[in-house]
């Protein structure tokens, strides 16, 4: 997209240029008015003939010449460029929608589930829910104030073998959906989300490796906590995310969405009000 506004800019400012002094030169050559001079450039440039005004001097025969030679280049570039921005962003949107789709599905699947599985092994985790309690009043000012201040917490686990074995039981249920999720050839227009799913599944794949996790030695247990802080902070900012986004685009989604909200002290789908 960036190559081709860049195409697009350069093909206006030639287009215009040619159009400003192209019509100076056949006005001062051909003695013409501004509106015949700047009508014989468009219709130069446009390539659909003179009719009734067309250059007899010498001098309007090459500023003609120039014309065509600039003019008419940098005219089908803007048409080109124009028409090629327009079907990247319909593109662009089509498959940034099939992306939505996918992170919604991994929420379904593995997010939401997730997050109540880091949050309530947080020991100061009051202090990043009392700031998640996403409700229907949020603004995109709300979202993103709240975006800027998580990005600040300092995500800390306590965990222990039974917490571990349960996580790892967890991760290795939704493990096929993981890679299904990696495999998404769309995934590479999200890069944020891309990052998520890899700090999940390397998660996953840590724990998988470890057949006795009561064995665990302090320097091994440090470097899976760090592995579960990486996926627990990418996580509930990309949550985040998607919450707007639902709230956004989707109202029934994002009503579910608030009601199983992982922060919540008792989530429930159960409408109440």
Known sequence: MHAIRLRLKISLII??????????????????????????????????GYGDIHPVTPTGKISAIFIIVLGVGSFLGVIANTTEMMLSRKIRQATLQKVNIVVGVFF?????????????????????????LVTAGWSAQDFLKVTKAIRKYTYETAIDQAYLENLRSFLLEKRDCLVGLLENPVLVEHESFTDLLRAV??????????EELSEMQDADRRHI??????????LVDQWLVHMKHLKD?????????????PFLQEPSPVVTS
């Open 225 to 234: 906590v760090a592995d579960i802080k990486r996926a627990y902070g990418l």
């Open 201 to 210: 599944f390397h998660l996953t794949e840590e724990l998988a490796f470890r």
């Open 108 to 132: 379904s699947e593995v997010g939401t589930k997730l997050i109540t599985l880091f949050t309530r092994r947080d020991p100061d985790w009051e202090n990043i829910r009392k700031d998640l």
């Open 15 to 48: 287009f215009l240029t040619v159009m400003v002094l192209g019509s100076i030169s056949f006005m001062i050559a051909e003695g013409r008015s501004f509106l015949d001079a700047f009508y014989f450039v468009i219709v130069t440039m446009a390539t659909v």
């Open 249 to 261: 685009n989707y109202p029934y989604l994002f009503s579910l969405a608030m009601r199983v909200n």
